[in-house]
């Protein structure tokens, strides 16, 4: 079993920055990939980033390209997604995902979730 906390959300206006936690505990967690969604009002989740925990392989999604990066802490079992030069679209609940089978842009591919944190950018 996986835990994960995520933390970090809030307000913030179009240009502005945010950085998001995840926390993760549990059995095993060091061998899953992390990765973020996110899902705004009447839309489906989306992927937005992703990262081994074992060689920081990074993968993103082409709407969040060069805005938003993916690190993780392995000493403090948290991954991070710093999220730059944010835009009104961008509005959602974010919400952190451990999985390890398939492809990880899809939702299939994640076992564990988190709570999930919500992200407001105004315009």
């Known amino acids: 079993q996986v835990q994960l906390v995520e933390s970090g959300g809030g307000l913030v206006q179009a240009g502005g920055s945010l950085r998001l936690s995840c926390a993760a505990s549990?059995?095993?967690?060091?061998?899953?990939?992390m990765g973020w969604f996110r899902q705004a009002p009447g839309k489906d989740r989306e992927f937005v980033s992703a990262?081994?925990?074992?060689?920081?392989?990074?993968y993103y999604a082409d709407s969040v390209k060069g805005r938003f990066t993916i690190s993780r802490d392995n000493a403090k079992n948290t991954v991070y997604l710093q999220m730059n030069s944010l835009k009104p679209e961008d509005t959602a609940v974010y919400y952190c995902?451990?999985?390890?089978?398939?492809?990880?842009?899809?939702?299939?591919?994640?076992?564990?979730w988190g709570q999930g944190t919500q992200v407001t950018v105004s315009s």
């Open positions: 995902g451990a999985g390890s089978n398939g492809a990880v842009t899809t939702i299939t591919f994640y076992d564990y």
């Open positions: 549990g059995r095993a967690f060091s061998r899953y990939v």
């Open positions: 990262i081994t925990w074992s060689d920081a392989n990074t």
